[in-house]
């Protein structure tokens, strides 16, 4: 069956930087896109990013281009979101999901179980 | 950025009985929308795309319609479980989510 399995709850400090993986399972990997969205407390879903397992390539959104940074291990089926320069705005849960390779087709159809993100001094 | 506005917040509802969730978008996402259920503590559950398909899973009694900028999501006979958060999320045009409407126990 299909999984996202995310690293663990993390407490970084105001300015440090927070890596966050996504183990994948049950699925061939580089056929699908993972997405990272994070969400605050009484929140939607906020969308922050794409990776293609395949080719590498990233798109983010525009809030946070230059903050975040995907990448992608095929050979473990794991893929890394990186988020940098925290402050308190980024405390959430955050998720990775995935979708089809269509770009007219970007829902969700598998999601991890997330990660909470705390940022305190 | 297309923005997504759920009615109501909440909902107060009592086992059995039918509701319907509304999501509007600011601008017009075609059927490229989805519904997803969220229970606390857990991840969003895909339960609809594609405006009106439903996702592996979930029964015969959840529905959605809607096209463009007007959206509903029908649970026809509210079970225990389905009391849950419900987010419409529009991928027409970049990616964007409402802000929810929780369905609590009458």
């Known amino acids: 069956q299909v999984r996202l399995v995310q690293s663990g709850a993390e407490v970084k400090k105001p300015g440090a930087s927070v890596t966050i993986s996504c183990k994948a399972s049950g699925y061939t990997f580089i056929n699908y896109h993972i997405h990272w969205l994070r969400q605050a407390p009484g929140q939607g879903p906020e969308w922050m990013g794409i990776?293609?397992?395949?080719?590498?390539?990233?798109n983010f959104a525009r809030m946070f281009q230059g903050r975040v940074t995907l990448t992608s291990d095929t050979s473990t089926s794991t893929v890394y979101m990186e988020l940098s320069s925290l402050t308190s705005e980024d405390a959430a849960v955050y998720f990775c999901a995935r979708s089809t390779a269509n770009w007219a087709s970007y829902f969700f159809d598998y999601w991890g179980q997330g990660a909470l993100v705390t940022v305190s001094s | 950025e297309i923005v997504m506005t759920q009615s109501p917040a909440t909902l107060s509802v009592s086992p059995g009985e039918r509701v319907t969730l509304s999501c509007r978008a600011s601008?017009?996402?075609?059927?490229?929308l989805a519904w997803y259920q969220q229970k606390p503590a857990q991840a969003p559950r895909l339960l609809i795309y594609g405006a009106s398909t439903r996702a592996t899973g979930f029964p015969a009694r959840f529905s959605g319609s809607g096209s463009g900028t007007e959206f509903t999501l029908t649970i026809s006979s509210l079970q225990s479980e389905d009391f849950a958060v419900y987010y419409c999320h529009q991928y027409n045009k970049g990616l964007s989510f409402g802000q929810g409407t929780k369905l609590e126990i009458k």
């Open positions: 601008q017009s996402v075609s059927d490229n």
């Open positions: 990776i293609d397992p395949s080719r590498g390539a990233t």
